[in-house]
């Protein structure tokens, strides 16, 4: 059930995070809304690992070898989700630098002001 | 010790560590840091450079473990063959080009060092996950270094690359979970042992989400606005990185994920043939040098997803996959990245200014290697990857997707080609390419490299003899020696011709070894006259040595590839000849890009034979299979376009007219007769079957119709060259139909023919220079009397139209007399009195010649004009002696042809004497020559009567000022030609440029500059993709 209302969470925040960058014509809106929508993708990950009833994936005497395929939630994607985070971290970072030298370029962060290549 | 150092995990631990140890070296100076990167970039190149040599030598793929367990446990990578040339190939050239970074800022140096171990990482792992995060280390190095330039454009570019890059890695990662939602697994290689266990909705939606990714990641068109503008104003080093380095990641994740993608292979290929073929059409509305690359970048990506795709359903062994496709991706790599490289050298965007290049012969030298890799010309990878995909996929019988893919690369041929001819022609700057020389080598070593390549693949693709190269050794030694004067280059290259060439035609026989013969002597004979000029022309003497020792090798050829090998040498040297004059800028391309149609052809025709016969060799065109006809008709059309037949020869005249005059001379003698040689060789496949004898009679109603019309177009010309251009073609248009016959007495005539054509207008062409060089004029109207000033000039030029005429006693009577009754004895009417009226009319402008140029009075200003330079009547006379020989003894000739023949044909030909007579005495020729009399006569009334009847009155009226009879009356048959040949041909083929320029106008109004809306394009992009994929099925229960 938790993991139902996380799951939906998670991909209402990726559409969400879709139309923004697809409506918002301020080039911070539109980061903000990257990172929304891989905000979504990272909690669609965690609900992926998550075992109903599941105890931290640490092998010890609360928890067996033998039950712990059953009981432990999966280990993985919550390893997955640390990488992702961390990268989307430096691709938000990236995009606001560049907002930056735009915004000092241009006086605007309008995303129409970056149309001078086309055809 | 040395082994596990070498081992290729290293390769990452010296890419990162190498980068973490910059900072850190910066600290104790900036030789540091360059020293440490060249040394990390070089180590890695040798590691990857020692797997590659491992696994080439037949051991397995090389596995490497990670994190002490096996997998699924831990992250493993392989080193496969693929792997380790892809990786090797991306290593060598972030080596090469860590010459332009030396001098930036440690931080760069440490992103490109990060940027070229990230892309071996894709390469390599076998991780889905983990192939995420090397992705992403990709991207981020790429928008790091594409920082470099900060100027506003360049700046919006990078945000719109950044959007769409986010969102395809997102879909990456989306889709990357799914598939472990659905199977719980992530290392690629199980994921594949356990396919159908990506089932349902979610396994679904996984996949497309990965396909989707990595083919946005690619470009494709529509939705690759955001890679163009990046491209365009990005610096031409990280473009170049771009272009080769992380589009060969991505791709090789696509090729290495392909098996998941079983169902959706046709649909990837349809990906790749949209984006090959419309990126190349749009590539013919650009004009800045960079966005132009981006296309052509793209495209040639799109081919290589072609390629994976088909040659994965056509289920090909390795090697041959590995042959095109790593051909195809050497080729792109080397190539592209040097372009992109060179435009930072020459420092200008616009296409029209890159003729600041002219001034820097090295580096336009290696522009010109760099265009014809990418176009796919010999001898470089790409042309033997194209080669041995045309010949699976007619295998396959694919041939829609063949069609495309030539329509592609000709278009791609044809705006690199202009570009190329704008660079050559372009107004000249007193400003010289803004860097150093220094900039240059890199560009050198890829340019080597493409060639080594080259020869490797030739090999691969089953070129396994050396003699197809010496042409090309040849350009190569006479390029060394170009510093040298003139006359010792041209004799040099005449040695060459002689030596090589008289090698090369030693062992050949029978038809091959008299058209061997043929070709070689008239090329050296008529190359002795570009002894002339003594002014120095780059270029010239290199490109001389190519085609001279190119035509001889022709006929020498016993497999379709090496055939079709030196032919395509002959169409490049050809081409770089004719586009050096001054005056070929526009004629020049056409004569490439029918050149390429012409090639097209007979590629297509040589695959259809293939996968016939499964056979290499061109006698399998002498056994008939099922596909006889479609190869017979399309080697015809083929080589019909090369011989310039009506319809197709709106090439011909401007290029025989624009090239420098011995070029001219060069193209109408000799080259030409590489067509009908390959008409005599491909039609042997008609004999063998009826459809085709049918298709034969058709061959031969268009050689005349081209002989009839060609001589009509030339009676219009004023410019000599042009009248002679068209009296080529008309000639050659005898030949074909000659051909046609399909009887033994046709081929006689066919080759009798072949030699007269090749000897008198190697003269009359040679003749055209001496006037021309003399004079400076080229309108026969500027002409008139010269006969005394250059009596030796007038007496060859007369020899030439008696014997092309058809007037006895010369050769061409002969000719003419064989032709007829070959026609004759076939039961041919039509031809026959269409080969009588041509004569008729070329009569006309053959006599013309004479008049205007030798009789009449003479000019004032020509009073002290000297007889015609030496070398250039050495030539004539040599070309004079051959038509002596041949008037007097046709023995000589006619019966080792007549013996070379196929015995196929019964001989009709007895030979008895060593004159004319006796040889003609077989036939009764009264009747026949009767006619020939009647007719002409018959048709000089007419003209007569028309002229006089006031049929033309209103023209009649116009022309009678100022003109003598005889004017008047050219001036009449200029007018009744003129409208009996309406240009309909040069009109369809400017409706046909003119349409493809407007297609490309159309198809590049999506691209808007508008980062949403390409971001949009790019999300209607996956579901377009979800929804061909059969995606909808899932929507509802």
Not at chain 2, 307 to 315: D, G, S
Not at chain 2, 833 to 840: C, D, G, N, Q, W
Request: hydrophobic share 55%; glycine share 8%; charged share 10%.
């Amino acid at each position: 059930m938790i993991s139902s209302i996380v799951l939906i969470t998670g991909l209402l925040l990726i559409l969400i995070g879709l139309w923004g960058a697809l409506t918002h014509r301020n080039i911070l809106r539109i980061i903000i809304s990257f990172s929304l929508m891989g905000t979504g993708t990272h909690i669609v990950i965690v609900a992926i690992g998550y075992v109903k009833n599941g105890t931290a994936p640490i092998i010890d005497s609360a928890l067996g070898l033998a039950e712990a395929p059953q009981r432990a939630v999966d280990p993985i994607p919550s390893a997955l989700v640390v990488t992702a985070i961390v990268i989307g971290l430096a691709v938000t970072a990236i995009m606001l630098a560049y907002a930056i030298r735009l915004y000092d370029t241009k006086k605007t962060l309008s995303i129409e002001a970056l149309m001078e290549s086309r055809w | 010790m040395v082994g596990s150092l070498l081992h290729p995990l290293n390769i990452f631990i010296v890419g990162l560590g190498g980068a973490f140890l910059i900072p850190l070296l910066n600290r104790l100076g900036s030789r540091w840091v360059a020293s440490a990167f060249i040394f990390a970039l070089a180590a890695m190149t040798l590691m990857s450079g020692i797997s590659l040599l491992e696994v080439l030598n037949g051991s397995p793929p090389i596995d490497i473990l990670t994190g002490g367990s096996k997998p699924p446990y831990s992250i493993n990578l392989r080193a496969g063959l693929d792997e380790a040339v892809f990786a090797f190939g991306v290593n060598l050239v972030g080596l090469i080009g860590a010459y332009y970074f030396l001098r930036e800022k440690y931080g760069t140096i440490l992103i490109y060092l990060l940027l070229i171990m990230g892309i071996q990482g894709m390469v390599m792992t076998r991780d889905l996950f983990n192939l995420f995060v090397f992705l992403e280390i990709v991207s981020i190095a790429t928008y790091g270094l594409l920082s470099l330039r900060d100027t506003p454009e360049a700046l919006s570019a990078t945000f719109k690359y950044l959007m769409a890059t986010v969102l395809a890695s997102n879909f990456f990662l989306i889709g990357t979970i799914l598939l472990y939602a659905t199977t719980g697994l992530l290392n690629i290689d199980d994921l594949i042992a356990n396919q159908q266990a990506i089932a349902g909705p979610i396994g679904f939606a996984a996949l497309i989400f990965l396909l989707a990714s990595l083919l946005v990641e690619l470009k494709p068109f529509p939705a690759n606005g955001w890679g163009l503008d990046v491209y365009e104003t990005a610096r031409g080093d990280v473009a170049a990185l771009i272009s080769g380095g992380v589009s060969t990641g991505v791709f090789f994740a696509l090729l290495k994920l392909l098996p998941l993608f079983e169902g959706q292979l046709e649909i990837i290929a349809a990906a790749g043939v949209i984006t090959f073929v419309v990126s190349n059409l749009i590539g013919l509305q650009q004009t800045t040098a960079q966005r132009l690359l981006g296309y052509s970048s793209i495209g040639q990506i799109g081919l290589l997803t072609i390629a994976a795709c088909l040659l994965r359903l056509a289920n090909v062994d390795s090697a041959t996959f590995l042959l095109i496709a790593g051909g195809l991706f050497i080729n792109h790599l080397f190539a592209k990245v040097g372009l992109f490289w060179l435009a930072d050298y020459v420092g200008k965007a616009r296409l029209q200014d890159w003729s600041v290049l002219k001034s820097r012969p090295a580096a336009f030298l290696a522009f010109a290697v760099l265009l014809a890799a990418i176009s796919g010309f010999p001898p470089f990878p790409g042309f033997w990857a194209k080669w041995q995909l045309v010949m699976v996929l007619a295998q396959d019988e694919r041939y829609v997707w063949i069609v495309l893919i030539l329509v592609g690369s000709l278009l791609e041929a044809a705006y690199l080609f202009r570009w190329f001819g704008q660079t050559l022609h372009g107004p000249v700057e007193s400003q010289t390419a803004r860097a150093g020389s220094g900039a240059l080598v890199p560009i050198f070593a890829l340019g080597l490299l493409l060639i080594i390549s080259g020869l490797i693949t030739s090999n691969l693709a089953g070129l396994n003899s050396f003699w197809p190269l010496i042409p090309l050794a040849a350009g190569a030694l006479t390029l060394l020696i170009a510093p040298c004067p003139a006359w010792v280059q041209c004799l040099t290259v005449l040695g060459m011709a002689l030596l090589g060439g008289g090698w090369l035609i030693s062992d050949v026989t029978g038809l091959n070894g008299l058209f061997a013969v043929l070709l070689l002597a008239g090329g050296v004979t008529i190359a002795i006259a570009s002894l002339y000029r003594n002014d120095t022309r780059p270029g010239f003497y290199p490109l001389l040595a190519v085609l001279l020792l190119s035509l001889p090798a022709l006929p020498r050829a016993s497999t379709t590839l090496e055939f079709f090998f030196i032919w395509e040498l002959i169409t490049l040297s050809s081409y770089f000849l004719v586009v050096r004059s001054r005056d070929a800028q526009r004629q020049a391309l056409p004569f490439l890009l029918f050149s390429l149609v012409a090639a097209f052809f007979l590629l297509a025709g040589f695959a259809i034979l293939h996968a016939d016969s499964a056979s290499y060799s061109l006698s399998a065109l002498r056994t008939a299979g099922p596909n006889s006809a479609v190869v017979f008709v399309l080697l015809c059309v083929g080589l019909l376009i090369k011989a310039g037949a009506v319809g197709v020869h709106v090439w011909l005249p401007g290029a025989y007219a624009a090239s420098d005059d011995d070029v001219s001379a060069l193209l109408s003698a000799v080259i030409s007769k590489v067509a009908i040689f390959g008409l005599l060789v491909g039609t042997y496949v008609a004999i063998r079957s009826e459809v085709s004898l049918q298709l034969a009679h058709v061959l031969g109603w268009i050689g005349m119709l081209t002989t009839l019309a060609a001589a009509m177009m030339a009676v219009c010309q004023d410019d000599m060259k042009r009248m002679l251009a068209y009296s080529s073609m008309s000639q050659l248009g005898y030949i074909v139909a000659a051909i046609a016959l399909m009887s033994h007495l046709g081929w006689v005539t066919a080759l009798y023919l072949v030699a007269n054509h090749l000897m008198v207008k190697g003269i009359l062409f040679l003749v055209a220079a001496a006037l021309i060089a003399r004079t400076g004029k080229r309108l026969l109207s500027d002409y008139g009397g010269l006969a005394g000033q250059m009596p030796l000039t007038f007496a060859a030029a007369s020899i030439a139209i008696l014997a092309m005429s058809g007037l006895p006693p010369f050769v061409g009577f002969g000719g003419k007399w064989l032709l007829l009754s070959a026609m004759m004895e076939k039961g041919w009417y039509g031809p026959a009195l269409m080969t009588l009226l041509a004569t008729f009319v070329g009569f006309l402008y053959m006599a013309r010649f004479i008049q205007a140029i030798f009789l009449g009075p003479r000019r004032p200003d020509y009073a002290d004009l000297e007889e015609a330079p030496a070398a250039l009547l050495t030539a004539q006379a040599l070309l004079i002696v051959g038509i002596l020989v041949m008037s007097f003894f046709p023995k000589v000739l006619i019966e080792p042809v007549s013996r070379a023949i196929d015995p196929q044909f019964a001989s009709t030909l007895v030979w008895q004497g060593m004159s004319l007579e006796m040889i003609y005495g077989t036939w009764n020729p009264i009747p026949i020559m009767l006619l020939a009399v009647a007719v002409s006569a018959l048709l000089f009334g007419l003209f007569w009567y028309l002229q006089h009847a006031g049929l033309f009155k209103d023209m009649a009226r116009r022309l009678a000022r100022n003109l003598s009879p005889l004017q008047r009356f050219y001036a009449f048959c200029r007018t009744a030609f003129g409208v009996l040949t309406p240009p309909w041909a040069s009109m369809f083929w400017s409706r046909v440029a003119v349409t493809a320029d407007d297609l490309a106008l159309c198809a590049r109004s999506i691209y808007t500059g508008n980062g949403q809306i390409y971001s949009l394009f790019i999300l209607y992009y996956v579901m377009a993709l979800y929804i061909a994929a059969g995606g909808l099925r899932y929507l509802w229960p």
